[in-house]
């Protein structure tokens, strides 16, 4: 059962367990998440033959400046490890969407640009997406649920990303 407590109660210490509003709470926010996860990644699979990951990775790289991001810096936006980007980049590059280049200010760092070809292929995914979002998020709240929906998902966001070093967050991995 998930917990509210911060870090893990120690040897003596009881769990503080969810209530029953707060366990159907979080089993709403799971299933929720998990659908629209699958439902998102699929339209984007049918549609645009990409996982809804590589369609995250290009719009990033498509809002960079010069259409171009260090790979430490892409893995930190997309909230994945190192090795998974350097993964799905490796799969970018294979399909002529993105290509890689060694980062001038820095001989060890790596820069991810998003081709023509890249940038086109998000110009035909956007429109179908947006709408796949639309339909099963967006559509389905007042403007008030979607404010709030923001509010406590930026709290959470916050929550989870300690600024202080040492941090054991995805892309620091």
Known sequence: MATKHEGAPGPS??????SDEEQQIWRAYLHATMLLDDHLDRQLQRDAK???????LLVQLAE??????????????????????SHAVARLEKNGWVRREDCRSDKRGQNAILTDEGAEVLAQAAP???????????DRLTPEQQKSLGEIMKIVAEGLQPCEAGADLPWLR
């Open 64 to 85: 960079a400046p010069r259409r171009r991001m260090r790979m430490t810096e892409l893995a930190k936006q997309a909230k994945i490890t190192r090795s998974r980007l």
């Open 50 to 56: 990409l996982p809804h990951l590589y369609y995250a």
């Open 128 to 138: 179908g997406h947006v709408t796949a979002v639309r339909q099963a998020l967006f």
């Open 13 to 18: 210490e009881e769990p503080r367990w969810l």
